[in-house]
């Protein structure tokens, strides 16, 4: 059993910086400009043009968003498991929070990505195109997931960086660093790879040192005995 144990957490542990590199990716390819809710004919004649000259980086960009909010559902869960007993309450909620955004956030980037670039390439007139991108996010389960989306994606990893921060199994800068590096990649814009990778770095760093801290807490497991392993502080 601890065996098992041990390799699941393992290969939750990978799903950190995994999500990481998804996240950088999906956004670095993004074509600049067309990361935005269209919720207006004016934002969808101003995307429309540029998705139709880069429709193939949208699908990709699209592709991997979707990879990466998968990802981070497992990612979330993955930062749970390092929590025992003070702050697992809030690492729990967090994970629900979380996933659910994820998997609103899945939906939304359909309409954001997926959706413009089939729109902008299909042999439909501009005017027509835009009447579909609006009428996709101004529906009422486009909106509702749109705001959990944005609702979750905000408050999800200021709980896990508080349950991080009071469960004493990380250092303390590395909660922080967590809840702001993962604060700012959500404010990440499609603005070129070299910014994007600058940007998200200290989410990069964050996921790879937890993925650390969860992998070495694989080896000292003990569900049998029950005893509580700790992590030194560094």
């Known amino acids: 059993m601890n065996n098992a144990l041990r390799s699941r957490q393992r290969m939750f542990a990978l799903a950190l910086p995994l999500t990481a590199a998804l996240y ?15 919720t207006t004919t004016a934002i969808a004649l101003k995307v429309l043009p540029i998705a139709a000259k880069h429709h193939t980086q949208l699908y990709v960009s699209g592709s991997l968003s979707e990879l990466a909010l ?9 930062i749970a498991m390092l929590i025992r007993k003070r702050g697992s309450t809030a690492a729990t909620i967090a994970v629900l929070l979380g996933g659910i955004g994820a998997f609103c956030g899945a939906i939304v980037n359909v309409f954001v990505g ?3 670039a089939a729109a902008a390439s299909a042999h439909v007139t501009h005017d027509a195109a ?4 609006v009428t996709n996010f101004n529906s009422g389960p486009g909106q509702a997931f749109t705001d959990i989306y944005a609702f979750s994606q905000f408050v999800a990893p200021i ?7 009071r469960s004493g199994r990380v250092p303390r800068w590395l909660a922080v660093l967590f809840a ?3 604060e700012l990649a959500e404010q990440t814009a499609s603005v070129g790879i070299d910014k994007v990778v600058l940007q998200m770095a200290p989410f990069a760093l ?7 801290r969860i992998w070495g807490a694989a080896d000292q497991v003990a569900p049998v005995s029950g005893v509580e392993p700790t ?4």
Request: charged share 10%.
């Open 159 to 165: 709980i896990m960086g508080v349950a991080l921060w």
């Open 180 to 182: 702001l590096g993962f």
């Open 231 to 234: 992590l030194a502080a560094v």
């Open 130 to 133: 835009a009447r579909f991108l």
């Open 114 to 116: 997926i959706n413009l």
């Open 70 to 78: 998968g990802a981070l559902i497992i990612s979330y869960g993955a």
């Open 24 to 38: 950088i990716g999906a956004e670095g390819i993004d074509p600049k400009g067309t990361d935005q809710i269209v």
């Open 206 to 212: 964050a996921m790879i040192l937890l993925s650390v």
